[in-house]
């Protein structure tokens, strides 16, 4: 298993941006499927966007034309560009693999507020 960690989170206006990013220990290569995920205060956890080793991508709904997961194989690093910051937006970050033996970063906590 390979260790996350994730950096890029802070504080920001409504309508600002953020880049996080997640700093792999090793390969992420032959990882099929790279995620990020968010927590909110009271809230479940849940799944924000997605790419897989070839690059394909999915996201949240409330989320989509806004966010943009990206990942360099060679920096064995992910990405996650987040434009256009709603206060909802407001948790904690999760960097994480996908599978049965997933591995999660500790995660980086975004804060949308003005």
């Given amino acids: 298993q390979v260790q996350l960690v994730e950096s890029g989170g802070g504080l920001v206006q409504p309508g600002g941006s953020l880049r996080l990013s997640c700093a792999a220990s090793g390969s ?40 943009t997961i990206s990942r360099d ?16 937006d407001t948790a904690i970050y999760y960097c994480h693999t996908v599978g049965p033996l997933a591995s999660w970063g500790q995660g980086t906590q975004v804060t949308v507020s003005s």
Avoid: C
Wanted: overall charge positive; charged content about 20%; glycine content about 8%.
């Fill in 73 to 88: 194989n060679a920096k064995n690093t992910v990405y996650l560009q987040m434009n256009s910051l709603k206060p909802e």
């Fill in 28 to 67: 992420i290569f032959s990882i099929n499927v790279m995620a990020w995920s968010r927590q909110a205060p009271g809230k479940q956890r849940e799944l924000v966007a997605a790419i897989t080793r070839g690059g394909n991508t999915s996201y949240l709904d409330s989320v989509k034309g806004r966010f």
